[in-house]
Structures are given as structure tokens and as C-alpha cells.
């Protein structure tokens, strides 16, 4: 296999996305090294993993835990900074082939646009809400840089690779599938009881927090559904979702004659990790393959968009345009930022979304200035409407 060993600049590493591509990047030492770490505020986990794998750079987005970091690593040659602007560099040193965002929410986009404007090559890109809130300009810097997203999450990792080798005019829709997270069989009445830790047990995915309580949303299916829109130059009308309880099949892709390919595997994250990293090439794995003969049956569903109303608010977004996904992640982060400290049930999400989407004031020609202003407002509505 001819792979160069390629500099990974790992941003949020201590979350499930970035500790699964630490996982790989120790199972091909020859091949990777993990150049620059990032992460939010868990500076022991941090300063763990530095320890290990020797970086250059450790960033601690959180300022008031670079003292205990930077005395953590006193007796290691890495260098060892504090936020955001310190992220963005993280991304951006010359020595750095392959940036993985593994970022939760807004904050990985600033440091993506950086990766980009340094002439980073391959983007693997882990933080959906990047082409969510900025999609369209995300777009065209991978144009005008010449650079490539080679998509972490699985389902687009999954459309990726049923798109290797085909015509893209040949392409009839994408298929997204959805797991339904835990509260698919539920009804709208059982729906009003849930507690928070009923929407962090996910079926099948172990996932950070937000990524766990976007899935029992299904919010989570309607950024992936932008994020394909952009991903692979796909209009939302062409872009169907199906919920598939098992979690196996990760996504589909229909062509004009008829024909679908599927990509099919276990619900490891690890797999799309590898592939992004070693793309065009694949990586050996030490894990097990699918077992199909335990699979039966395989069943898939229309999602219940009254149920889950935020998959609506979702695809609304994206055909308004402008800067609409922005609020939407926005409020969305809010909403599940609420929800977990318990100033929101469950069922007050969406509602709580669809008054921060109606009072923010809309713009449909975007850059990227409008859209951290964008951001700075939904905020700024969501907590007034938090405390009224």
C-alpha cells in the first residue's frame, strides 16, 4: 500500500470522533502521526493523550485550564496554548497534511475555514454543523483552494463511497438513513415523559452527548441531510430519509437506471475514520467484520416528520437559504444545551427551534461575517426566550 505517513492535526480529541481517530492513527504508526491536539476542556484527557502521542501543539479551548495543562506537560517538548485562535493554528502549521474536525457544533467552523485558507489538501470532516451553517461558502473555498472533504460521518462516508468510480449525472437521489434513535416506537404522549438519560441510551451509536440527543431528535438526520446537500452537490429534493433500526446499512445511493449501492457495516465509527484517513487506500482493521448471517432482516420506514418536527424545520432551512441553517444550529445548540440542564423537556425543543428560526432576522446573501453575527443573534434570542 503506498501511503506517505501524513501530520494529523486532531481537533477535539478527547471527544468520541477524535479518541476513535487517536485509535487509529496507534494502529498504523508507520503511516500517521498525531501533529497537533485540540480539545474544549477536558485538559487531563488532553494532557493524556499528549503524553502518548508526542505532538507538537496541544490547545485547550477552555483559557482558564491552560495553567493545568501547561503544568501537566512541563517535562515534554510540546508546545501547549489556549483558545480559539490558538485552534485555528492548530490547524493550519505548515507540518500539518490532514486536518480531522472532530469539533461539536459552531466551534468547528472558524478552525475548518483556517485549515482551508492554509492550503490544508484533506479536510476529514467530523463537525457537520460547518456545512450546516456555512455550507455554500465552505463550497467554494474547497473550490478555490483546490483542497477535498473526505466526510467522517458515516452515513456520508457511506455515500462517498457507493459515489467512487460512478458519473455524478447518473445520480438519481441520495438516501440518508436514520437509526430513529431511541424514541422511534414512542408516541407523542410517552414523548412528553422522557428524561434526559432516556435520550442519551442510544440503540446502537456511542456518541457525545449533543450527537446523542440530536439522533433522539432526529435533528441530527436533518443537518446530515444540509451536509449532504453540500457534500455532494445535491438539491434537499433529491435527498431522501429512511429509518433503519439496525444501523447497518449507512446509506444509500439511487441512479437513473433503477440500480441502488449501499454501503454496509458494523456501527463502529472506527470505519469511517480509517477510510477518510487513508483514502483513496483502505486500512486493515483489527476489528470484526459484519457478521451478515446474525441480520435476518434488514427493515426500513418513512420517518415520522410530526413526531420528530425538527427534520422539517431542517429541510425549510435549506430551501430558504441564506443564513436560515445558521440560526437553526444555533437555536438547535441552545435547545439541547436547555434540555440537558433541564430548563427544557424533550417536546419543548422544537417549538423553542421554530421561535428563534421566526425572530431572527433573515439575510440571503451570506458571508462569512454575516454568519458569526448570524450566530452572536440566535444566541442572543435563545437566551432571552430561555429566561422569559
Given at each position: 500500500?503506498?501511503?506517505?505517513?501524513?501530520?494529523?492535526?486532531?481537533?477535539?480529541?478527547?471527544?468520541?470522533?477524535?479518541?476513535?481517530?487517536?485509535?487509529?492513527?496507534?494502529?498504523?504508526?508507520?503511516?500517521?502521526?498525531?501533529?497537533?491536539?485540540?480539545?474544549?476542556?477536558?485538559?487531563?484527557?488532553l494532557a493524556e493523550q499528549a503524553m502518548?502521542?508526542?505532538?507538537?501543539?496541544?490547545?485547550?479551548?477552555?483559557?482558564?485550564?491552560?495553567?493545568?495543562?501547561?503544568?501537566?506537560?512541563?517535562?515534554?517538548?510540546?508546545?501547549?496554548?489556549?483558545?480559539?485562535?490558538?485552534?485555528?493554528?492548530?490547524?493550519?502549521?505548515?507540518?500539518?497534511?490532514t486536518v480531522v474536525t472532530a469539533m461539536v457544533g459552531y466551534s468547528g467552523l472558524i478552525p475548518t475555514v483556517a485549515a482551508i485558507k492554509a492550503g490544508k489538501k484533506r479536510i476529514a470532516l467530523a463537525n457537520k454543523e460547518t456545512l450546516v451553517v456555512a455550507g455554500e461558502i465552505i463550497s467554494?473555498?474547497?473550490r478555490g483552494n483546490d483542497a477535498e472533504i473526505v466526510p467522517v460521518d458515516s452515513e456520508h462516508s457511506a455515500?462517498?463511497?457507493?459515489?467512487?468510480?460512478?458519473?455524478?449525472?447518473?445520480?438519481?437521489?441520495?438516501?440518508?438513513?436514520?437509526?430513529?434513535?431511541?424514541?422511534?416506537?414512542?408516541?407523542?404522549?410517552?414523548?412528553?415523559?422522557?428524561?434526559?438519560?432516556?435520550?442519551?441510551?442510544?440503540?446502537?451509536?456511542?456518541m457525545g452527548a449533543k450527537v446523542t440527543v440530536d439522533s433522539a431528535s432526529m435533528m441530527n438526520k436533518g443537518f446530515e441531510m444540509i451536509e449532504a446537500r453540500w457534500l455532494f452537490d445535491c438539491p434537499p429534493e433529491k435527498i431522501e430519509i429512511v429509518v433503519h433500526p439496525q444501523s447497518i446499512v449507512h446509506s444509500m445511493v439511487e441512479f437513473i437506471d433503477g440500480s441502488i449501492k449501499a454501503q454496509l457495516g458494523m456501527p463502529d465509527m472506527h470505519?469511517?475514520?480509517?477510510?477518510?484517513?487513508?483514502?483513496?487506500?483502505?486500512?486493515?482493521?483489527?476489528?470484526?467484520?459484519?457478521?451478515?448471517?446474525?441480520?435476518?432482516?434488514?427493515?426500513?420506514?418513512?420517518?415520522?416528520?410530526?413526531?420528530?418536527?425538527?427534520?422539517s424545520f431542517a429541510f425549510e432551512a435549506i430551501r430558504k437559504g441564506g443564513n436560515m441553517p445558521c440560526i437553526l444550529n444555533a437555536a438547535n445548540e441552545k435547545a439541547v444545551e436547555a434540555f440537558l440542564s433541564g430548563k427544557l423537556r424533550f417536546v419543548d425543543m422544537p417549538p423553542f427551534v421554530?421561535?428563534?428560526?421566526?425572530?431572527?432576522?433573515?439575510?440571503?446573501?451570506?458571508?462569512?461575517?454575516?454568519?458569526?453575527?448570524?450566530?452572536?443573534?440566535?444566541?442572543?434570542?435563545?437566551?432571552?426566550?430561555?429566561?422569559?
Open positions: 500500500m503506498s501511503i506517505e505517513k501524513k501530520n494529523i492535526a486532531v481537533l477535539g480529541s478527547t471527544g468520541s470522533i477524535g479518541t476513535q481517530t487517536l485509535d487509529i492513527i496507534a494502529e498504523h504508526p508507520d503511516m500517521f502521526r498525531a501533529e497537533t491536539l485540540t480539545a474544549g476542556h477536558n485538559w487531563e484527557l502518548r502521542f508526542r505532538p507538537s501543539l496541544a490547545v485547550i479551548a477552555d483559557k482558564t485550564a491552560y495553567p493545568s495543562l501547561k503544568e501537566a506537560l512541563k517535562d515534554y517538548d510540546i508546545r501547549v496554548e489556549a483558545g480559539a485562535e490558538a485552534i485555528a493554528e492548530a490547524a493550519s502549521l505548515p507540518s500539518v497534511n467554494g473555498m474547497i455515500i462517498f463511497q457507493c459515489l467512487v468510480g460512478e458519473k455524478r449525472e447518473n445520480l438519481s437521489k441520495i438516501i440518508l438513513t436514520a437509526s430513529g434513535g431511541p424514541f422511534r416506537d414512542k408516541t407523542l404522549e410517552e414523548l412528553e415523559k422522557v428524561t434526559v438519560a432516556d435520550a442519551l441510551h442510544h440503540p446502537n451509536w456511542s470505519i469511517p475514520i480509517s477510510y477518510a484517513l487513508g483514502y483513496p487506500d483502505r486500512l486493515t482493521s483489527p476489528r470484526p467484520a459484519l457478521p451478515l448471517s446474525r441480520y435476518r432482516h434488514l427493515d426500513f420506514e418513512a420517518p415520522d416528520y410530526n413526531k420528530f418536527p425538527l427534520l421554530q421561535k428563534v428560526m421566526e425572530r431572527v432576522p433573515f439575510v440571503k446573501d451570506i458571508d462569512l461575517d454575516t454568519l458569526v453575527r448570524t450566530n452572536s443573534e440566535a444566541i442572543a434570542v435563545s437566551e432571552e426566550i430561555l429566561r422569559r
